[in-house]
């Protein structure tokens, strides 16, 4: 049996949870991605498609999720075992959309390792949301190999052809990491 602190108790299946749990302890990864992001006029939504198109022409595997459609803990869930970890915010009063501020204080909590981030967002005045966020995924010591995304208001095609190219350099960077 196992009974943890929270969470359910397992009589069965004991052997696959003790292996499900080795892995999070070692911080294993796949080489695939988690897209998260919140939105206020659609502008960061934008970028955030645009991103999981190019990804997944590339060959990576990817989740995406409005934070406003779906619960921290299945997010969670999806991190817990993916490599690449995509988060956007649009500036609100110069800061991040409460709805993601609250989850990275929900992930810095759990402290996942050896990820890589990776950080866009979109602005009408501040653009503040983007190095804020940028600043936690340091802080929990992540590798962030390309260049954050701060879009100024709607994205223009111009700016969709950048984030696809983004998410270009992002697969590839993912690839070399995967193979190490």
């Known amino acids: 049996m196992i009974a943890p602190s929270h969470g359910i108790i397992w009589r069965s299946h004991i052997k696959d949870i003790i292996n499900e749990y080795t892995g999070w302890a070692k911080n294993k990864s796949q080489a695939r991605a988690v897209i998260v992001y919140d939105t206020m006029w659609g502008s960061t939504e934008t970028i955030a498609m645009a991103l999981y198109e190019g990804l997944q022409n590339e060959g990576i595997p990817v989740y995406l999720t409005n934070i406003r459609e779906t619960h921290d803990s299945d997010i969670i869930t999806q991190i ?6 995509l988060i956007g915010s649009p500036t609100l009063n110069n800061g991040m959309m409460p709805s993601i501020g609250g989850f990275l204080t929900y992930l810095k909590g759990l402290r996942p390792k050896n990820r ?3 950080v ?4 009408g005045w501040g653009g503040q949301a983007v190095g804020q966020i940028e600043q936690i995924l340091k802080d929990l010591s992540w590798d962030i190999p390309v260049t954050a995304l701060n879009i ?8 969709i052809d950048t984030v696809r190219k ?6 590839k960077y993912l690839h070399q990491q995967n193979k190490k």
Do not use: H
Request: hydrophobic share 40%; no cysteine.
């Open 152 to 159: 100024n208001f709607r994205p223009k095609k111009e700016d």
């Open 120 to 123: 866009f967002g979109s602005y």
């Open 166 to 171: 983004t998410a270009s350099q992002l697969a």
């Open 80 to 85: 817990l075992d993916a490599k690449l970890i």
């Open 116 to 118: 890589i981030g990776f």
